[in-house]
């Protein structure tokens, strides 16, 4: 039988908000007189600065990593991205498998593919952002984070402020040699303060505790509001703020029988009720703290959904 089950999809909107200037490098213009050496990523059509989802995706994984003590190294005394087969329990297996008897390895093997499929059936990380295509137990990635873009009110107002056609600031930085003390500015591209960008993620439910595992994306994000997004944050540039969140579902239902559908919102007046009026109050802190209740109303949709098909 098996054991996934499409049932649909959250649908996940917030704004973005750089509280400092935002940097996340494009493409060098070029060694030619007047050329930028660090510019920051634009849409080639509008030349609007964006956020690729993947670096989006990736900052809120990593630091996810560090928050959940999932940072392992493998065979290689290396460091990637999270993969529950680099487990320190598991890794201890793989090298009790080396070093036994040939006749004892088939059952030491089952037992170590049963506790991969078991850690990473529990695993946060693997469970929301995906494992490697080359991995030997297999699990679907539940999360897409797409590109996003400034809104509407941003762009007139970047226009207004910095000129037609202009979206970024320049930023000059100096490094200082320690006996000449000659500088050797560069010039960096920056997002400004106080843009906005709308965020779009998509969490898919295959498995009934799929749900649960929808907290740790708020942890993340509450991690990442600590942090910085982009380049240069140890130097002033990325720090950001999650504001206006929304969040829907989307069953299976409304894609293949019912047209014209509306996906299912949840309420979170209430949750957000004192972070309205308190701007210190982090919202996907305050989303993960009360996360029981955002459960309550996605596995009553769910329910719901499934009773019409």
Known sequence: ??????????????????????HIGGTAEGIEIGGLDNPVIKDPITNHPYIPGSS??????????????KVFKNKKNETPPHTCENDPEIME?????????????????????????EKIENCPICRIFGI???????????????????????????????????????????????????????????????????????YDIYKDDDVDFLKYLFQAM???EDNFLGGSGSRGSGKIKFENPKISFRGKEKYYKTPNSEEKIIQLDE????????????IPKRLYDRFEEIKKQLEEIIKEEEKVQ
Request: with cysteine.
């Open 1 to 22: 039988m098996n054991e996934y089950k499409f049932r649909g999809k959250c649908i996940i909107k917030f704004n973005l908000k750089t509280l400092t200037g935002l």
């Open 56 to 69: 989006l995706k990736g900052k809120l994984r990593s630091l996810l990593e560090w928050g959940l003590d």
């Open 93 to 117: 297996l793989q090298k009790k498998i080396r070093e036994i008897q040939e006749d004892k390895k088939e059952k030491l093997e089952e037992e170590r593919k049963k506790k991969l499929k």
């Open 132 to 202: 490697s295509a080359g991995a030997e137990v297999g699990e679907p990635t539940r999360l897409t984070v797409r590109d996003s873009f400034p809104s509407q009110e941003t762009i007139k107002k970047w226009e207004n402020t910095l000129g037609k056609g202009i979206y970024t600031e320049m930023k000059v930085e100096n490094t200082i040699d320690r006996i000449t003390s000659i500088a050797n500015p560069r010039t960096m591209e920056r997002v400004p303060k106080d843009s906005i960008f709308e965020i779009e993620m998509i």
């Open 222 to 224: 509450n991690l990442l």
């Open 271 to 282: 949750i957000l009720k004192e972070a309205k009026n308190n701007s210190e109050i982090s």
